[in-house]
């Protein structure tokens, strides 16, 4: 019997925009300074999606023309895209990433990103399972939305330094080759 080759479909999302799959051979990339994506997926369901929003927000307070970027809006989105999907709420888990100071000023962007993700999440009661979020670069991101695979490559100027994306309990060894998480 002979082995069947599978082309892999990647999708390159940028600010403001969210994406929802269901197939096994889907890849997302993005690429996040102080943004930040939620890589959020129903294992049993096999739907999983991802956002890149540039700053938290308030619905109140942004014009609509704006909304587009905004977290507030982008979780939204993303959730309700899960659902319609087949996800159920209950079983849906996440993992953050982004969020860097990239920016030298006393406004920690990145970080009100990450915190306003976080507290979504735990609104929401969306389990947060890891990740790879602050710091002071910038990070290429890949998501198997399906598997919930994710691999980052942070990002020096024209350098780029692969690190592992680990589950916020295990270890963590900044020389150690590439991981996968599934």
């Known amino acids: ?22 197939e096994q051979n889907v890849m997302v990339t993005t690429i996040l300074g102080s943004c930040v994506a939620a890589c959020i997926r129903d294992p049993l369901a096999g739907v999983g999606g991802i ?3 540039l700053l938290p927000g308030n619905t109140s ?26 996800a ?12 860097a100071k990239t920016v030298r000023a006393h406004t920690d962007i990145g ?14 009661g969306i ?17 198997w939305p399906v598997s919930g695979r994710a691999r980052q490559i942070l990002l020096t100027g024209t350098l780029q330094v692969e690190r592992p994306v680990v589950a916020p309990a295990a270890a963590v060894d900044t020389h150690a080759g590439e991981l996968e998480l599934f």
Do not use: C, P, W
């Open 127 to 143: 389990a947060h399972i890891g990740g790879s979020t602050g710091g002071l670069q910038g990070r290429r991101i890949q998501y």
């Open 88 to 99: 159920r709420r209950e079983r849906l888990e996440a993992k953050l990433f982004g969020g």
């Open 1 to 22: 019997m002979s082995a069947v080759a599978t082309k892999e479909n990647r999708v390159h999302i940028i600010q403001g925009e969210f994406f929802v799959a269901s």
């Open 51 to 53: 956002n890149h929003f």
């Open 111 to 124: 970080k009100h990103n990450v915190e306003f993700a976080e507290r979504f999440l735990r609104d929401e």
């Open 61 to 86: 307070r942004v014009k609509s023309d704006e909304a587009e970027r905004m977290g507030v809006h982008l979780m939204e989105l993303l959730v309700n895209g899960l659902l319609k999907s087949g």
